[in-house]
């Protein structure tokens, strides 16, 4: 806690510290609630294993701010007008604390997902306007198919953990999908344009209001850089089209609810449509096979590898999300029509 309050220091922070507390259950970043006496902030520590790059996050948040939208909560800058501090206890950045809202973990309702859709449809609305060219990647190659099939190909070859054989049909299924790259590759040279994009579109990154559920902002701006539009989209149905959870033990609850996608969709075109071109609007759907594959194949080299990189609560589980990810796909790409 004495290393929180001494970054505190570095902000331009209005009124007394009353309080400092741990905030929240994220996985990467270790987040704190500050409470003054003229109100309360939220202060997280960037892990820099992930992150590695603090002058990339210092420039992508810096041109988002600049837009001075609504759609982000406002940060707060240091005493030298950076967004973030940097010492040798780490990399912080502080944003004012949002009151009477919430970040929802799950979607059970159709009003909520298209709340959603239409959080993020604003995000790509009003980034719609800045040069995506000038934004860094903040983790290099994050959504970058091509690359993930080069990993997997390693993984396969290499067989670490001694997990070829038993993960045969995962590899078999694996390659049967290997027509969607070059689909997406085929898109982007018809003209699906590069644009700035959230690249982590899951639920929890959105703030409701509480009692009415309605957007207030988008949050967990780090993973923010170039990218295309179908990538956010398809994140937003890998993460809330099914009901389960990746790690789901009893692959038959795995479903794509009936009226998920049009709500979903429905929402995010609300707010963005007349940002987007006729060739991105036509491919939304594609976007889900797209992010759901690469998801799919990426547990399945961490598994093949022996568990490096995802974190696992019992012995197979990415065994059991890399099933679940392959079904996931397999019920989308019999609904969808490209």
């Given at each position: 806690?004495?290393?929180?309050?001494?970054?505190?220091?570095?902000?331009?922070?209005?009124?007394?510290?009353?309080?400092?507390?741990?905030?929240?259950?994220?996985?990467?970043?270790?987040?704190f609630k500050v409470e003054t006496d003229c109100g309360n902030y939220l202060l997280q520590k960037v892990n820099t294993k992930v992150f590695q790059n603090t002058q990339t996050l210092e420039n992508n948040l810096n041109l988002l701010q600049g837009l001075q939208s609504e759609v982000f909560a406002r940060h707060i800058t240091t005493e030298k007008g950076k967004c973030f501090y940097v010492d040798q206890s780490g990399c912080w950045k502080l944003q004012e604390f949002v009151v009477n809202a919430y970040g929802p973990t799950t979607a059970n309702n159709l009003t909520l997902v298209k709340?959603?859709?239409?959080?993020?449809?604003?995000?790509?609305?009003?980034?719609?306007?800045?040069?995506?060219?000038?934004?860094?990647?903040?983790?290099?190659?994050?959504?970058?198919?091509?690359?993930?099939?080069q990993q997997l190909d390693e993984a396969i070859e290499q067989n670490r953990a001694n997990r070829r054989e038993s993960s045969q049909h995962f590899i078999e299924q694996a390659n049967t999908f290997r027509w969607i790259a070059e689909h997406f590759n085929q898109l982007i040279r018809g003209g699906l344009p590069l644009r700035v994009c959230h690249n982590d579109t899951k639920i929890d990154n959105i703030l409701l209001t509480e009692g009415t559920d309605e957007f207030r902002h988008v949050i967990d701006l780090d993973t923010t850089g170039p990218g295309y539009v179908l990538s956010d989209f398809g994140d937003m149905m890998r993460?809330?089209?099914?009901?389960?959870?990746?790690?789901?033990?009893?692959?038959?609850?795995?479903?794509?609810?009936?009226?998920?996608?049009?709500?979903?969709?429905?929402?995010?075109?609300?707010?963005?449509?007349?940002?987007?071109?006729?060739?991105?609007?036509?491919?939304?759907?594609?976007?889900?096979?797209?992010?759901?594959?690469?998801?799919?194949?990426?547990?399945?080299?961490?598994?093949?590898?022996?568990?490096?990189?995802?974190?696992?609560?019992?012995?197979?589980e990415n065994y059991i999300r890399t099933r679940n990810q392959f079904r996931l796909l397999e019920l989308l790409n019999k609904q969808i029509e490209l």
């Amino acid at each position: 806690m004495n290393i929180a309050l001494a970054a505190l220091k570095a902000f331009q922070l209005k009124g007394a510290i009353e309080k400092v507390a741990p905030f929240g259950s994220g996985h990467i970043n270790d987040t704190f609630k500050v409470e003054t006496d003229c109100g309360n902030y939220l202060l997280q520590k960037v892990n820099t294993k992930v992150f590695q790059n603090t002058q990339t996050l210092e420039n992508n948040l810096n041109l988002l701010q600049g837009l001075q939208s609504e759609v982000f909560a406002r940060h707060i800058t240091t005493e030298k007008g950076k967004c973030f501090y940097v010492d040798q206890s780490g990399c912080w950045k502080l944003q004012e604390f949002v009151v009477n809202a919430y970040g929802p973990t799950t979607a059970n309702n159709l009003t909520l997902v298209k709340e959603v859709g239409k959080g993020f449809g604003m995000f790509t609305k009003v980034t719609s306007v800045l040069d995506p060219t000038v934004f860094n990647e903040a983790i290099p190659n994050f959504h970058n198919l091509k690359w993930r099939l080069q990993q997997l190909d390693e993984a396969i070859e290499q067989n670490r953990a001694n997990r070829r054989e038993s993960s045969q049909h995962f590899i078999e299924q694996a390659n049967t999908f290997r027509w969607i790259a070059e689909h997406f590759n085929q898109l982007i040279r018809g003209g699906l344009p590069l644009r700035v994009c959230h690249n982590d579109t899951k639920i929890d990154n959105i703030l409701l209001t509480e009692g009415t559920d309605e957007f207030r902002h988008v949050i967990d701006l780090d993973t923010t850089g170039p990218g295309y539009v179908l990538s956010d989209f398809g994140d937003m149905m890998r993460t809330l089209l099914s009901p389960t959870k990746e790690a789901e033990l009893d692959e038959s609850k795995i479903e794509i609810r009936e009226g998920y996608l049009e709500a979903l969709k429905s929402g995010y075109l609300s707010s963005c449509a007349e940002s987007l071109l006729p060739l991105e609007i036509q491919n939304l759907e594609f976007g889900g096979l797209y992010m759901i594959y690469m998801q799919a194949i990426r547990f399945l080299a961490d598994y093949l590898n022996g568990d490096t990189y995802y974190k696992i609560s019992f012995a197979e589980e990415n065994y059991i999300r890399t099933r679940n990810q392959f079904r996931l796909l397999e019920l989308l790409n019999k609904q969808i029509e490209l």
